[in-house]
């Protein structure tokens, strides 16, 4: 565990009233219903239900009022359950050379297309190696305390472990980094539950050779921190 701070937030509270669909969640706060803005699309049932204590960056204008950023999980930790604050958090610790198995290598694009998918990242590596990048959000925690990934049938993630097998085949590194963003998780594995054939494909792929990573941070007291970027996973 590092424990590094990687990024500082002024946040607000909201308590969550009923999620509406998959972008806006209907919440209360200071005796004000208000609406909020998801970009997770993942049910999260067990994180935004009635109840929940949620985090949000507010903004103006539109229709929501702000962006739910995290879902308080104790009295002083949160789940971080926005995509683009986790991928910006994990762009943040590779940067700063905290993510050992990325060492040396950075980012050459963003967003290629490859075999039909977009996949997040084109990467160079010393000597001008090339390779491909995925990163997923994992913040469904099990009831023995992993964070998973789906939490519903995943078409476009399986088309993206298809594309990174090819990859691999082709000689390119190919790369999976899940994001476990839950403070109370304490190792990473594929929900086979959910998902079965996402599942066997990434137990496939990775004898391929493609890369599988989970790194773990969460929020505490308005803080991002990393808590290792290595988590332990099991293929199931």
Not at 77 to 106: C, N, S
């Amino acid at each position: 565990m590092t424990g590094e701070v990687l990024g500082s937030f002024r946040f607000e509270e909201a308590v969550a009233l009923r999620r509406l669909n998959r972008f806006v969640v209907e919440a209360e706060a200071g005796g004000c219903v208000l609406l909020l803005h998801i970009r997770n699309t993942g049910r999260l049932l067990d994180l935004v239900y009635p109840g929940a204590r949620l985090f949000f960056e507010p903004r103006s204008g539109g229709r929501t009022r702000g962006v739910i950023i995290g879902v308080a999980v104790d009295d002083e930790r949160a789940a971080l359950i926005d995509p683009l604050t986790q991928v910006r958090m994990f762009e943040e610790a590779w940067r700063r050379g905290l993510v050992g198995w990325l060492k040396g290598w950075r980012v050459a694009g963003r967003e290629p297309l490859y075999r039909g998918s977009r996949i997040d990242y084109l990467l160079e590596g010393p000597g001008g190696e090339r390779g491909l990048m995925e990163a997923k959000s994992a913040v469904y925690l099990s009831e023995r305390g992993e964070c998973m990934y789906p939490d519903t049938v995943s078409e476009r993630g399986r088309r993206h472990v298809d594309a990174l097998a090819a990859a691999r085949r082709e000689g390119l590194r190919a790369v999976i980094t899940f994001i476990s963003a839950h403070p109370l998780c304490t190792s990473f594995r594929p929900c086979c539950e959910v998902d079965p054939v996402l599942c066997d494909k990434l137990r496939r792929a990775s004898m391929l050779g493609v890369e599988i990573w989970a790194v773990k941070m969460h929020l505490e007291g308005g803080e991002a921190l990393l808590d290792t970027a290595e988590l332990p996973i099991a293929l199931g």
